[in-house]
C-alpha cells in the first residue's frame, strides 16, 4: 500500500512534464496566472516573477534576466526565446514590451499567454528566423496600483528621449545590447471620453497600431508598415473576429482633425525608429475599467503579438536588410545630410472612411473626414554638423550622454576645424508646454574664441545615434532637450547656446 501511495506521488509530480530532445524537462501544462483566475483578476508584478522562474527552470528555449528594477525596487524581467538558447547575431529579433502604462493592463496579459504558447511548442518554426526578446510589463510599479505613471509620476512613454526614469533607462540597455531590427509597444486606448459620449459615437476597434511618422526615419522602413504590417494584421485580426484600424488620433468629437501619433522621438516607438528600427505602437481597447472584457483584451493582445512574430518569420531577410542598410547610413553619415527638426502633420490627399460605433444602435457609421491630416511636412531643416561639442563641465549632459549610449570623445583642437555657435536672440515660448522652447530665435556665427583641450567633449554624428543627436541638441529642435525642465538652462535670452557645431574644413 505504502509502495502504490509513493508511485502515485511521482505520477502527479511528473504530470504535465514532457522531455525535449536535450532531455531537459519542461512544464507542458502550466497556465499563466490569467488563466488560472478566469480572467478575473489581473496578474500582479509578483505572480509574473513566479510564473516567470518556474517555467524558466524547464525550458531550454527560455532565457530569464532581470534588466533593471523600477523606481520601488521591482525586478523588470525580459524573457528571451531562441531555439540556439542564446540569442544570435545573424536571427532577425524582435523586442516587444508592455504595460509602460500601469493602468493600460490587456498587452501584459497578451504576452504571458504568448510565452505560454511559446513553451508548448507550438511556433517553433518562427524561432528558426526570429530570436524574440519580451518584456511583459515595463512599469511593475504603476501596475500593481492601476496607475498610467511609475513610482515618481513620471509617464514612462514621454521619457525616451531624456531617460531620467529606470525602467526606461532599461529597456534601452536592451537595446543597445541586442540592437533588434523590430520593436513592438504595447498599450491601451481608452474610448469613453465625455467628449465621445456626447458626440454620441465612439472607437470601437478592438486593436489599432500604429507605424512610424518621424519623417527623418528611412522611407523603406517606414513604408514596411503599409506594405506587409497592416494589411497582414487587418486580416489576421478580421479572421478571428477582432476589429482593426490604423491607430489614429484627434477630437473629430470637437470637430477637429485625425492624425497619426506623434512624431516627436520621446516615446517607445519613435525612440528606436529615430536609429532606423521597424518600430509600432499597439493600441488595445480598454474597458471601463481594468477588468472589464478582460478576457477578450487579452486575447486580442496575444492574437497580434502572435502577429508580429510570424509577419517577422515571413519577412525576415527583407526587414533584416533594409534595417541594415538604413542603420549603415547613420554609421557612415558624410556631415552633408538634411535633418527636419521641425515637422506638422498636414492635410492628405484623400478624406478618411472613419467607422465609429453608435452609442444609441450599437451600430457601426462611417465618417467621412475631410480634415485628415495623413502626411507629414517638414517646417524647418538644419544640416547635420561632423560633430556637436559639449562642454565638458557640463555633468548633467554628460550624464545624458551616458545613459544614451552615444559615443563621445575628448575634443582636440584642430586648424582643420570650423566652429559655430548659435547666438539666442529671443526666447518665445510656444503655447504648447510639451514643446514650449522650440521656435527660439536663433544666429549661426562663427565661433572666434580660443578652444584648448580638455574644454570640450567631441559627439560625432556619424554613429547609430545620429538623428537621435541633432534632433536632441538643435536649440530649434520642436523634441530638443531644451523643450524639458532639467535642460531649459541651455537657452537664455541674448546669450550663446553652449553646444557647439563643428564643421571639418
Known amino acids: 500500500m505504502h509502495k502504490l501511495n509513493y508511485l502515485l506521488i511521482i505520477i502527479l509530480l511528473f504530470a504535465g512534464c514532457t522531455t525535449n530532445k536535450s532531455g531537459k524537462k519542461y512544464y507542458k501544462d502550466v497556465a499563466p496566472p490569467i488563466e488560472e483566475t478566469n480572467f478575473k483578476q489581473l496578474t500582479s508584478h509578483e505572480d509574473i516573477i513566479k510564473y516567470l522562474e518556474k517555467v524558466d527552470s524547464h525550458s531550454n528555449k527560455l532565457t530569464l534576466e532581470y534588466i533593471g528594477n523600477s523606481v520601488e525596487g521591482k525586478k523588470i524581467p525580459l524573457v528571451k526565446f531562441s531555439k540556439a538558447g542564446k540569442v544570435e547575431e545573424n536571427k532577425l529579433k524582435l523586442l516587444m514590451f508592455a504595460q509602460q502604462h500601469g493602468n493600460e493592463p490587456s498587452g501584459k496579459e497578451g504576452m504571458l499567454l504568448l510565452i505560454n504558447d511559446l513553451l508548448q511548442n507550438k511556433y517553433d518554426n518562427w524561432l528558426d528566423k526570429v530570436d524574440l526578446l519580451l518584456i511583459p510589463q515595463l512599469n511593475p510599479d504603476g501596475g500593481d496600483k492601476n496607475q498610467r505613471r511609475n513610482a515618481n509620476n513620471a509617464d514612462l512613454n514621454r521619457d525616451h528621449l531624456i531617460l531620467e526614469e529606470p525602467e526606461t533607462q532599461a529597456i534601452h540597455k536592451v537595446f543597445k545590447n541586442y540592437q533588434p531590427e523590430i520593436t513592438v509597444d504595447i498599450h491601451e486606448y481608452y474610448p469613453f471620453s465625455q467628449s465621445w459620449k456626447e458626440f454620441g459615437y465612439l472607437k470601437n476597434f478592438d486593436i489599432q497600431i500604429g507605424g512610424l511618422t518621424n519623417i527623418n526615419i ?288
Request: glycine letters at 6%; charged letters at 30%; hydrophobic letters at 30%.
Open 218 to 505: 528611412e522611407p523603406q522602413i517606414i513604408d514596411i508598415f503599409y506594405d506587409n504590417v497592416k494589411p497582414y494584421m487587418q486580416e489576421q485580426l478580421k479572421k478571428e473576429g477582432y476589429s482593426f484600424f490604423e491607430y489614429t488620433l484627434g477630437n473629430l468629437s470637437d470637430g477637429g482633425r485625425l492624425r497619426h501619433s506623434t512624431v516627436s522621438i520621446n516615446d517607445g516607438r519613435q525612440s528606436f525608429g529615430i536609429l532606423n528600427t521597424s518600430s509600432y505602437i499597439v493600441e488595445g481597447r480598454r474597458g471601463r475599467d481594468s477588468l472589464d472584457n478582460l478576457e477578450h483584451r487579452a486575447r486580442s493582445q496575444h492574437l497580434t503579438a502572435k502577429g508580429f512574430i510570424e509577419l517577422a518569420a515571413q519577412n525576415a531577410e527583407k526587414i533584416k536588410n533594409t534595417v541594415a542598410r538604413g542603420r549603415e547610413k547613420l554609421i557612415k553619415n558624410n556631415g552633408e545630410e538634411k535633418i527636419s527638426i521641425q515637422m506638422k502633420h498636414v492635410k492628405g490627399d484623400k478624406p478618411l472612411q472613419y467607422p465609429l460605433k453608435s452609442v444609441k444602435t450599437g451600430e457601426d457609421t462611417v465618417f467621412v473626414v475631410d480634415e485628415y491630416h495623413s502626411e507629414r511636412k517638414s517646417q524647418l531643416n538644419v544640416t547635420k554638423p561632423s560633430a556637436y561639442l559639449i562642454p565638458a563641465s557640463d555633468s548633467n549632459l554628460v550624464k545624458w550622454l551616458d545613459r544614451s549610449f552615444i559615443q563621445y570623445t575628448e575634443y582636440m583642437p584642430s586648424k582643420n576645424h570650423a566652429i559655430y555657435k548659435y547666438k539666442i536672440l529671443t526666447n518665445i515660448n510656444n503655447a504648447d508646454k510639451d514643446l514650449k522652447n522650440y521656435n527660439v530665435e536663433v544666429e549661426l556665427q562663427k565661433c572666434t574664441k580660443k578652444i584648448t583641450k580638455g574644454d570640450y567633449l567631441m559627439v560625432p554624428t556619424a554613429q547609430l545615434r545620429s538623428n537621435k543627436i541633432t534632433i536632441a541638441l538643435e536649440p530649434q529642435s520642436m523634441s530638443g532637450l531644451v523643450n524639458y525642465d532639467s535642460y531649459e538652462y541651455l537657452i537664455k535670452d541674448n546669450n550663446t547656446y553652449p553646444i557647439l557645431r563643428l564643421e571639418k574644413r
